[in-house]
């Protein structure tokens, strides 16, 4: 099953902080055809590296959908 991994991360330290918030969606061929188990984990890893390089942001959520991921003029 294709699964499709989003991880929205918002601004820290922000009185609106919901109002600032971004959606990251990795790509690769392990992010498609894992299960949704594994989607999670892999998106809580590639969350921490997020954070790690973009300090004022925060974990918001991560997110695993089946089906393809949706396209960038779509968003």
């Known amino acids: ?7 929205v991360f ?12 971004q959606t990251v969606w990795p790509t690769g061929e392990d ?13 809580q890893q590639l969350a921490v590296a997020w954070i790690e390089e973009h300090p004022k942001w925060e974990l918001d959520r991560v997110r695993c959908t089946p089906g393809k991921a ?4 779509d968003a």
Do not use: E, K, N
Not at 10 to 21: L, S
Not at 31 to 43: E, S
Not at 70 to 73: A, C, M, N
């Open 1 to 7: 099953m294709l699964t499709t991994l989003s991880i």
């Open 10 to 21: 918002c601004m820290t330290g922000h009185p609106h902080a919901q109002q600032f918030c």
């Open 31 to 43: 992010i498609y055809q894992a299960g949704f188990a594994a989607c999670a984990v892999r998106g």
């Open 70 to 73: 949706p396209r960038s003029d």
